[in-house]
């Protein structure tokens, strides 16, 4: 297969599943992943996907945000990883907020039944999860909810979450990238992000590797912010210094 057709295949497989990855390229068209990566700068250049970590995405879709349902289906057994080792992070009896998102989800879901804790959260989905179970005192922060998200932003929550001092906090993200920038595409979800960060003495970010390298279109914190980062081995050890250089320790489950 010459160059241009195996690129024009690349990008009808990247407009048809949101993403390519170097690797599984490489091992479709029997070519070397330095190969797969020319391809990939090939298409950047003219404008047809956008580079990001181990891969591209087709251009035009760089902040688009994908719905919870469908971010729940995506990386589903490195996030599931990810969350068990993130219980290893939760306070014997103490106070966690857990952010909006699909890792943070799961590790609602993994809470053990024995578990004594004062949670608070703004994302409709994760406090469904934990309304029922017994050790969790469990507090709804309210606001105006995101359809995409599920989750309550603007005036009330901030406000809420002003007048919290937790022992934990479990961070989502959409972007994070090697210079140590936190991103996510809606400004008021950035805006209860930030009051998370503020509102623990320990702050935990759940984001598996394919979050490494996109930047979207609202900022919320930096990687100075964030104690600890739980990701999965897909995360190459350059990376994992990079982050560390931020004072970041990070866990690849």
């Known amino acids: 297969m010459y160059a241009p057709e195996r690129q024009q295949e690349i990008l009808r497989l990247a407009r048809e599943g949101g993403r390519v990855d170097v690797l599984s390229l490489a091992e479709r068209f029997e070519v070397t992943a330095e190969t797969v990566r020319r391809d990939l700068k090939a298409l950047d250049q003219a404008g047809l996907v956008r580079r990001v970590h181990g891969g591209a995405i087709p251009a035009g879709r760089f902040d688009l945000e994908p719905d919870l349902s469908e971010r729940e289906s995506t990386a589903a057994d490195q996030k599931s990883r990810i969350a068990q080792a993130a219980l290893e992070e939760l306070p014997g009896e103490g106070s966690v907020i857990f952010d909006a998102g699909s890792t943070t989800g799961r590790l609602a879901g993994e809470l053990p039944l024995d578990a004594k804790l004062t949670v608070v959260t703004h994302a409709l989905p994760l406090a469904a999860r934990l309304a029922d179970h017994p050790g969790v005192d ?116």
């Open 138 to 253: 469990l507090h709804l922060v309210g606001g105006r909810v995101r359809h995409r998200t599920r989750a309550a932003v603007d005036a009330w929550a901030l406000r809420t979450y002003q007048e919290i001092n937790a022992d934990v906090l479990f961070l989502a993200t959409n972007g994070l990238t090697a210079s140590g920038i936190l991103s996510t595409p809606d400004l008021a979800e950035a805006a209860v992000k930030r009051a998370l960060i503020g509102a623990a003495r320990r702050v935990v970010l759940l984001a598996d590797s394919s979050k490494l390298g996109q930047e979207h279109f609202a900022r919320f914190g930096h990687l100075d912010q964030v104690d600890l980062l739980i990701t999965d081995t897909g995360l190459s050890k350059d990376d994992a210094r990079a982050i560390e250089a931020h004072g970041t320790e990070v866990v690849c489950a």
